[in-house]
């Protein structure tokens, strides 16, 4: 359930990177209550939760303070929000393959001349594509 929820929130949030280039604080903060009703039930998620909540928003401060607004605030309450329901564990994979596909299409798009190095890219469709990734893998390993 928490990774459906996720992943619907993070539709939600792609979409609105896509065309308005911001990502809701009000989506955030709907996601994150949801996460913490969650935790009631499941007490035992709280640790890893909150490990990879400060996980993914310290990895993505960093990035937001070097990049000289190349990143945007949204994506690091928005990688702070999937860390917390991801958990400590996986985190840092999806953060990579978000990074990763990230670069890959833009190197793409440059390549073809359809952007510049400068031009700004809306993240939160590649943490997406990260999530999904994440997510097919657990599956994966269930089988």
Known sequence: MDVQILIWGLMIAAWTDVM????PNEMLLVLLGMKVCLLIVHSDEIGPS???FLIGGIVMLAAY???KKGM???DVKLLATVGSYVGADEILPVLFTSFFTAAIYSLFRMTRKQIKMKDKLPFAPFVLIGVIKSVLCWKMEQL
């Open 20 to 23: 308005y280039q911001k990502i």
């Open 72 to 74: 945007g605030a949204g």
């Open 65 to 67: 303070l070097l990049s």
């Open 50 to 52: 909150v490990a990879g």
